[in-house]
Structure formats: structure tokens, C-alpha cells
């Protein structure tokens, strides 16, 4: 049975920092791209960052280019988004998926989702 476990999120400033986890297990870990994924309230899901199978490409969608880094550990079966200077705007859940490719996260053709946890920015 594969699992995503998203931990980390919580309430902070705006200007603060949080790092995201996401931990998996049921799946061979180093298989997948692996992607953050954020949604607010009344708006759809979209993509904040993905990272490839190996860890040598990355994607940033442009609101969070230079203040977030999406980094994975496959000895922990783990993945990372260090969020920096954090803004109201990126209040929101954040989940984590895998996917066969980057470009397959892309097209939000998930293989698996997790549960979600909540970042809020206070103003």
C-alpha cells in the first residue's frame, strides 16, 4: 500500500520559513519524479515544484522561483520543499504526489497524492 505523509506546515509570518516533508513508503522511491502541489480555498490545484527521478532537474512555477527549494533524500524515502519568505498568497494545503515523469506532474497525471497539510501566512 503506498503512502504519502506530508509534516511541517503551520501557521507563520509573512517573511518567515517552513520546511515541508514528504515521506513515502509502498513504492519504489527512486522511480518517480516527485512534485509539491498547493491549493486555496476557491482555487484549483497547481503545481509549486517538481523534481526528477534523480534529482537533477527542478521546476519552479514563476510565484515561488527564488524563495522556495524542492530537494528529496532517497536513503529516507523522503522529500523536502524549504520554503523561504513566505507571503500571505502562499497560504494554501500543500500535497505531495509522484508521478512517472516530471512532465507527467505537470499535466497533474499523479500516480499518488497525499493527504495534504496546511500553511498559513499571516500578514
Known amino acids: 500500500q503506498v503512502q504519502l505523509v506530508e509534516s511541517g506546515g503551520g501557521l507563520v509570518q509573512a517573511g518567515g520559513s517552513l520546511r515541508l516533508s514528504c515521506a513515502a513508503s509502498g513504492l519504489t522511491f527512486g522511480s518517480y519524479a516527485m512534485g509539491w502541489f498547493r491549493q486555496a480555498p476557491g482555487r484549483g490545484r497547481e503545481l509549486v515544484a517538481d523534481?526528477?527521478?534523480?534529482?537533477?532537474?527542478?521546476y519552479y512555477a514563476d510565484s515561488v522561483k527564488g524563495r522556495f527549494t524542492i530537494s528529496r533524500d532517497d536513503d529516507k524515502n523522503t522529500m523536502y520543499l524549504q520554503m523561504n519568505s513566505l507571503k500571505p498568497e502562499d497560504t494554501a494545503v500543500y500535497y505531495c504526489?509522484?508521478?512517472?515523469?516530471?512532465?507527467?506532474?505537470?499535466?497533474?497525471?499523479?500516480?499518488?497524492w497525499g493527504q495534504g497539510t496546511q500553511v498559513t501566512v499571516s500578514s
Open positions: 523534481i526528477n527521478w534523480w534529482g537533477g532537474t527542478t
Open positions: 504526489a509522484v508521478g512517472l515523469t516530471n512532465s507527467a506532474l505537470r499535466r497533474k497525471e499523479c500516480d499518488y
